[in-house]
T-cell receptor
Framework: AQSVSQHNHHVILSEAASLELGCNYS??????LFWYVQYPGQHLQLLLK??????LVKGIKGFEAEFIKSKFSFNLRKPSVQWSDTAEYFC???????????FGTGTRLKVLA | DAGITQSPRYKITETGRQVTLMCHQT?????MFWYRQDLGHGLRLIYY???????DKGEVPDGYVVSRSKTENFPLTLESATRSQTSVYFC????????????FGQGTRLTVV
C-alpha cells in the first residue's frame, strides 16, 4: 500500500530563515502530490499540487515544491519564512487507479518572531 | 453558504454510545472522505466514497460505519464509542478523481469519556 513519510516532526525557525520540509512516498507508479497547511485551530488548506510537467511547482504564500521522481520525494521550500507561517504542514499523495488521499504524519513548524 | 460543513463542531459522549458526525457539501462533488487526526499519526483515512451508495474502507475503518444515500451528505457513525476514538474528525470532498484539490471541513472534536 502506498504511504507517505515526513521525517521532520517539529521544526523551529527564526523569521527570514529558509525552510525545507521533507516528504517521501512509497509507490512506483504515477503519483499526484500535494502539500496542505493547517493553521492553529483551522482546517486543512491546499498550498500546492503536482500532477505532471515541470517538477518545480509554485504555490500560494511563496511556497514551492520540487518533485524528484528518482528519490520519491516532494520537498516543500520557502526562501524566507514569516511568523504567520507557524502551522502544521501535511504532504499527501494519490496514485493511479485510486482517488483516496494518503497523508503523512505532518510537520509542525514554529516560526519565532 | 457554499462549502463543506461538519456538525457538531464539538461533541462529548460516553463510552458505548452511538454517535453520528454529519458532513454536508454544496458543490455536488462526487468524492468524499472521512479522516481522523491524532497527534503523531497525522490524518488517517477512515472511509471514502466515490458516489451515492458507493463507499470503501480506508486505513482505520474498525468501529465506524458510513452511508451515502445522497451525493451531498456523508455521515460517519461510531456504533459504540470507545475512548480510543477520541479525536478530531475531518470530512473532505473532491471533484476530480485523484487529481483535484480535496476541500476540508472545519472538523469535529469528539471526546469519548
Amino acid at each position: 500500500a502506498q504511504s507517505v513519510s515526513q521525517h521532520n516532526h517539529h521544526v523551529i525557525l527564526s523569521e527570514a530563515a529558509s525552510l525545507e520540509l521533507g516528504c517521501n512516498y512509497s509507490y512506483g507508479g504515477t503519483v499526484n502530490l500535494f502539500w496542505y497547511v493547517q493553521y492553529p485551530g483551522q482546517h486543512l488548506q491546499l498550498l500546492l499540487k503536482y500532477f505532471s510537467g515541470d517538477p518545480l511547482v509554485k504555490g500560494i504564500k511563496g511556497f514551492e515544491a520540487e518533485f524528484i521522481k528518482s528519490k520519491f520525494s516532494f520537498n516543500l521550500r520557502k526562501p524566507s519564512v514569516q511568523w504567520s507561517d507557524t502551522a502544521e504542514y501535511f504532504c499527501a499523495v494519490t496514485t493511479s487507479g485510486t482517488y483516496k488521499y494518503i497523508f503523512g504524519t505532518g510537520t509542525r513548524l514554529k516560526v519565532l518572531a | 453558504d457554499a462549502g463543506i460543513t461538519q456538525s457538531p463542531r464539538y461533541k462529548i459522549t460516553e463510552t458505548g454510545r452511538q454517535v453520528t458526525l454529519m458532513c454536508h457539501q454544496t458543490w455536488s462533488h462526487s468524492y468524499m472522505f472521512w479522516y481522523r487526526q491524532d497527534l503523531g499519526h497525522g490524518l488517517r483515512l477512515i472511509y471514502y466514497s466515490a458516489a451515492a451508495d458507493i463507499t470503501d474502507k480506508g486505513e482505520v475503518p474498525d468501529g465506524y460505519v458510513v452511508s451515502r444515500s445522497k451525493t451531498e451528505n456523508f455521515p460517519l457513525t461510531l456504533e459504540s464509542a470507545t475512548r480510543s476514538q477520541t479525536s478530531v474528525y475531518f470530512c473532505a470532498s473532491s471533484e476530480q478523481y485523484g487529481q483535484g484539490e480535496a476541500f476540508f471541513g472545519q472538523g469535529t472534536r469528539l471526546t469519548v469519556v
